[in-house]
């Protein structure tokens, strides 16, 4: 046996070009799909994403519209700032890039997003529209894993999800998501007991924890499919992949599984706002 790689480098390539496409369509009605990017602070992971989500843009043809904000942005600013995007028109999509220093009051500066320019899926407006079935923008993480689900025509009718991590921005938001999908689902988090047992359960299993090989391979049953969500610098992620091959029935590589999903459906997310604004 050996267990099939779910490919998302290949996915966001062949995704990317149908964007650029119709990005390329809307431009030429002289609507220029926009995406405003706020980065408060200097952390270099922050803007290593950042400038990944920007060098997108611009590979699909969409404009980037960068604030930099610094260090000691209080909560009210950055407010401000989110209120003069909601109100300009020529911007579509608005980006806050996780995390905000620690005296901004994160899920505020969030929520003040209008939910028609929420491309990263991160109001509690969007999440709780999202959860009800109803049309919202889907975190990006999440919902980059269900499209890469739907790819391989994975059904989940009936499987049993078990997510490890119950975050904001993926691990709830991916237990919605499976739940909505008609998977049976359970949600780990660090004060859950016997999780050896819980993980072993699982049909699908999703690591969202943020420790490097936390999932270890003797927890997964046989034939599992596993999503790792996980990055970490060593270039592993919070799932031990050693041998999954012989495991799983199907599993995300770190690198090259979850992680281009997720920039892939920021920009996905942000042509589909610049199509509704243009009706
Ligand atoms: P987070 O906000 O730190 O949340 C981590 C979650 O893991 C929490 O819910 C925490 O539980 C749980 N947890 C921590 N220790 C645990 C333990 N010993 N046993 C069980 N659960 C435990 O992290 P996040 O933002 O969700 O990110 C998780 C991972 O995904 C990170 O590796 C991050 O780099 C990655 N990520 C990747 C992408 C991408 O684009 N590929 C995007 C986002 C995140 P409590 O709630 O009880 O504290």
Not at 32 to 46: E, Q, R, Y
Not at 219 to 245: F, M, R, S, T
Request: with cysteine.
């Amino acid at each position: 046996m050996s267990s099939k790689i779910l490919d998302g480098r290949k996915i966001a390539a062949e995704t990317e070009q149908k964007i650029t496409q119709e990005v390329a369509l809307l431009s030429n009605k002289g609507i220029k799909p926009t995406l405003a990017t706020i980065l408060v602070g200097n952390d270099p992971a922050s803007e290593t994403y950042v400038k990944m989500k920007q060098n997108t843009c611009a590979r699909v043809g969409m404009e980037s519209k960068a604030i930099n904000l610094s260090d000691n942005t209080s909560t009210q600013e950055l407010l401000k700032v989110i209120q003069d995007l909601n109100n300009d028109n020529g911007v579509h999509g608005i980006l806050l890039q996780h995390p905000v220093p620690q005296q901004i009051d994160e899920r505020k500066c969030f929520d003040a997003i209008n939910p028609a320019k929420d491309v990263d899926g991160v109001t509690s407006a969007g999440f709780g529209a999202m959860s009800m079935g109803l049309s919202a923008y889907g975190s990006c993480t999440p919902a980059g894993i269900m499209r890469m689900l739907e790819y391989y025509e994975i059904d989940l009718t009936g499987l049993h999800a078990v997510v490890v991590g119950r975050s904001p921005i993926l691990g709830k938001p991916m237990a919605m998501m499976l739940l909505n999908a008609n998977a049976t689902v359970t949600i780990c988090h660090s004060r859950t007991q016997n999780l050896e047992c819980r993980v072993k359960e699982a049909d699908l299993v999703v690591g969202a924890v943020g420790i490097p090989n936390f999932i270890q391979r003797n927890w997964l049953k046989h034939n599992v499919i596993v999503i790792d969500a996980g990055y970490h610098p060593q270039q592993c992620g919070d799932v031990d992949l050693e041998g999954i091959e012989n495991i799983a029935s199907f599993h995300t590589p770190v690198p090259g599984g979850v992680g281009p999903m997720t920039i892939n459906t920021l920009i996905l997310q942000t042509l589909r706002a610049a199509q509704k604004a243009s009706l």
